[in-house]
């Protein structure tokens, strides 16, 4: 490397290693990991164990008293814990009675003046069970009233006893065994398991059951340690190239080095940086992991492609950032240029969970292969088993380097162009015409 290259890189690591913004990235993901892991485990058995008391409107005239049992038994079991878990469901049967009120609008006055119980307090929520509740003919529903609809397990709950304590009236009432039904009807469970496998002596070891976790978390986990690697210290590189213009260091440097050497060394000193903060994330991501027993889960050639990947990225979008700020005098013009930049950025968390489900898709290819999405979404696919092909994770290489290389060229002549201007900030058009130009 050139020795010039080397002194500003080496400047520029010495800058942003001191800098708050750095702190911040390094403390990030160990203070989020322990954060989880306490929240986590401070909320595990953390529950709203107020009382439910809700009024119960029964046009059938025969549900509320199963329903009351149900509340009843329910409650024995919440009590019997010597640490109360859940809240104790409290039904009250009301008859919606409204003498001096026209017959048709009974119904919405009685329902009315519970819903004023609800706001005071007074009860949580309404239940009107429809008389036609029984009949399999009919199509009402049972109605739940509340102000707090973010509650689910009430309501989870009542929809789930009155309608086994239908289903049971009308197996009875239609002269049919209902534990006989249950009995032929009952599902068999499906186990998902991995692939049977051969150890050296050539013995067959079980199947191992599907871990969600593992199939999940840990792949977007990777993923988001790329995109905290470089958002860590590539925007970096922005304000540190609009600070030597607006001060003129920039200027003063050009004296007795290129702008392409000046360019390098910045990027090389922040990809030291992005480099450092993943070994840090990592570090403290697989001792996580271990902690939790999945310390198996990432193997080393996983690891491997997740530095490439990030290295790649880091050049990518170090370049990009570099040529944002060159291209602009002040951060107010920077500001305008950011969107599509950060739009790059977003594109593989707009588009994850649609990998997760179907890696092997052609939209999935295509993400993967895009060059500014490829360090994310291939590192997701490869993470997932089994794994695409060798072939399209070499490719992902290739056209990420290529644009890599393309990005750190095309940032070198913007930046050769852009570091001495002033005054307003030139068009995508303009900075495209500085990339042509020879």
């Known amino acids: 490397m050139n020795n010039k290259i080397l002194i500003v890189a080496t400047s520029e690591f010495t800058t942003l290693v001191r800098s708050k913004a750095f702190i911040v990235g390094l403390l990030m993901f160990p203070l989020f990991s322990i954060v989880a892991i306490a929240v986590g485990e401070f909320t595990k058995g953390a529950t709203d164990i107020k009382d439910r008391r809700f009024a119960v409107v029964d046009r059938t005239g025969a549900l509320y008293t199963p329903l009351k049992a149900a509340a009843d038994e329910w409650n024995a079991g919440v009590r019997a814990q010597k640490t109360q878990a859940a809240p104790l469901y409290l039904p009250d049967e009301v008859k919606l009675s409204l003498s001096d009120v026209k017959i048709e609008d009974r119904d919405e006055q009685g329902l009315a003046t519970l819903s004023d119980r609800v706001r005071k307090e007074e009860i949580y929520a309404i239940v009107e069970i429809p008389a036609t509740a029984l009949d399999p003919a009919a199509g009402d529903p049972v109605r739940y009233f509340s102000n707090h ?3 689910r397990p009430l309501p989870a709950w009542i929809s789930a006893t009155i309608n086994r304590e239908i289903v049971n009236r009308r197996f009875r009432d239609a002269a049919v065994d209902r534990a006989l039904v249950n009995r032929l009807t009952k599902r068999v469970e499906m186990s998902e398991l991995g692939l049977l496998q051969r150890d050296q002596s050539g013995a067959i070891k079980a199947a191992a059951p599907v871990d ?13 340690i790329v995109f905290l690697s470089v958002m860590s210290s590539a925007p970096q590189l922005l304000n540190s190239v609009i600070e030597e213009k607006m001060s003129r260091i920039s200027e003063v440097l050009i004296g007795s080095i290129t702008p392409f050497e000046l360019m390098m060394g910045k990027l090389t000193g922040s990809i030291a940086i992005t480099l450092l903060l993943l070994f840090v994330y990592v570090t403290v ?18 690891v491997a492609w997740l530095f490439l990947f990030v290295l790649m990225a880091a050049f990518m979008f170090g370049s990009v950032f570099i040529m944002i700020g060159a291209a602009c005098s002040d951060l107010k013009d920077a500001q305008g240029m950011m969107p599509p930049a950060m739009l790059l950025m977003m594109l593989p968390w707009l588009t994850w969970f649609a990998i997760l489900n179907a890696p092997d898709s052609k939209i999935a290819l295509g993400l993967s292969l895009f060059p500014t999405a490829a360090p994310f979404l291939m590192l997701l696919r490869i993470m997932l088993p089994p794994g695409p092909p060798t072939w399209q994770v070499l490719l992902s290489v290739v056209i990420t380097g290529a644009a890599s290389v393309g990005a750190v060229y095309a940032a070198g002549k913007v930046f050769r162009t852009g570091l001495l ?6 068009t995508f058009a303009e900075m495209w015409r500085w990339v042509r130009a020879s």
Request: aromatic share 10%.
């Open 212 to 224: 969600k976790f593992r199939m999940i978390a840990i792949p977007v986990g990777m993923m988001m």
């Open 149 to 151: 609809p973010g509650y």
């Open 285 to 302: 991501g697989l001792t996580v992991v271990t902690r939790f027993g999945y310390g198996d889960v990432v193997s080393p050639v996983e």
């Open 421 to 426: 201007m002033q005054g307003k900030a030139p």
